[in-house]
């Protein structure tokens, strides 16, 4: 019999969302917080441009909820985006306590920038490296915290609800016990059975061809929510970030909206600038715009990339600014920012759905929690405002954990979890071909699913993706669990939950741009939810 850990608090991530509810509620028992790969490895650690927070006087919490919901084209859920935006100056104390060192100017005020559909300077930042200063400040507060555990290279298979479990449940149903957890290193399946599981999982912009995000951003937490049977809304609404350097073959890398917030100006081939051709907000639109304004420039003139220029700007300012993005782009393209036009494209950057919560986390199953880029708690609505969501992490794993501190769980009795059962199973060597499937999956959404959509594309790809998902589910039932393949199965879980998605929507509304219905319907005035 394999043991079983048991925990007060599964938090499974380590991310901005993972780490500060651990850090909330560790006083109020044992937490055991989980991470598939080093626990500095997140999309948190990635993140350039800052955090959204009004702290200036001539800009107000209206305004910024204002700037939200406009962005959100009417999907916001205006509850949601008032706790959110309201919480964001007492939340960025709790950072500053963690330790964290946000970028001040000469006189010692905290240096605020402004990005895309926001009418004010209000994001704080840490030079371009905010992400990483954030992962580092709370990833060494949970390291020295003695309620805290933390286990690198343990990844989450799948939730333990009622289904598995045996013994007195007094008969009550839809509830989470905890988590199966594959230790990669060691080969072996470990139950790990808590009285909360919190899924803080982050993004799932992996299943794209091209993306911002490190690659242990495969959706994992939503496709596990889903096979539970847990609600999961939006998952239409995927962000492409409009410029991510151009680099063919190589690791993607972001190229901040900041940087176009400094004065930065898109322009084509024939350094034409043209975002004033799409929005009147130019390269300051959101994101939304920005990206499908570059992807109809490369089509029409039928041209792999676009340019950013910050030519014109004083230089040695832009790399005073932004320092870690002209390293990167001196050694992987030997470009000079400040000097050189920079190539980019657009790449799946966000999931603005996710895994249905109320404002304190609350999944529709019982004593399960989702937060961070995994959840769907409705600030986002059709498209993100840039900056958000680290905030929104923050701002909702806070009132996940006052959840716990105001009102117990409920105790469902004793339960017997059962180990990890691989009856069945035998050592397939069809690796390759399952390999393959991932590549052919991150294919067909990057063609048929991307910025641009249509029915007949996306029936196309629910074809295709129909047959790889049955493919990988057979594979997977007669195969020893591995990384890769729990990965492989989540990837087409979540390819299948988005194109679903994006069927039942026939608008084009905020990050979901249809060919063939290109206006806006009241009729769809509402989330998709499977
Ligand atoms: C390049 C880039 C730039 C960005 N810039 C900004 C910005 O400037 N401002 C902003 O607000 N947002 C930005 N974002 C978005 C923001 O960084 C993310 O939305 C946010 O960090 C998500 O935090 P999280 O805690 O939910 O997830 P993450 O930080 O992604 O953490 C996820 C964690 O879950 C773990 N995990 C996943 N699956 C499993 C599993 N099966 N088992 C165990 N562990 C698992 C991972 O190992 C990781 O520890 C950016 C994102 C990227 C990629």
Redesign the pocket.
Known sequence: MSKIIKSDFLV????????SYALKVAEYGKVHV????D?G????????????SVSKKNDSVEKHIQDTLIAGAGLCHKDAVEYGLSEAPERIKDLIGWGVKFTKDDKGVYDLAKEGGHSKHR?L?AADL??AEI?RALLSKAKANPNIEIFEH????DLITEHHVLGNLQSAFNICFGAY?LCTKENCVVPFQANYTIL????A?KVFLH????D???G??VA?AYRAGVRIANMEFVQF?PTSLYNPGKRS??I???LRGFGGRLVNGEGERFMPKYDKRAELAPRDIVARGIDAEMKKRNEDCVFLDMRHLNSDEVKSRFPNIAKWCQQSIDKDISKDLIPVVPAA??FCGGIMTSLTGQTSMQNLFA?????HTGLHGANRL????????LAFSHNAALKFIRKRPRNFGTVIIPEWDESGIVDEKEWVLTRHNQKEIQNIMWDYVGIVRSKKQLNRAKRRIQLIYQEVEDYYKKSKVSGEL??LR?LSAIAFLIITSALRRNESRGLHYMTDFPNKSDKFLKDTII
Not at 12 to 19: C, E, P, Q, R, T
Not at 41 to 52: H, L, R, V
Not at 154 to 157: C, E, M
């Open positions: 499974i991530g380590s991310g901005i969302a993972g780490l989980i991470s598939k790969k626990a490895e997140t999309n948190t650690s990635f993140a350039q441009g800052g955090i959204a994001i930042h905010t992400g992962q343990h990844l989450a298979i957890i803080a999982t982050g993004g912009s993306s911002t995000n490190p242990i951003a495969t994992d937490g596990m970030h890398f972001l901040s909206e900041a950057h966000y937060i961070g880029e995994a959840a840039a900056s958000n969501s680290l905030m929104e992490a729990v990965e989540n």
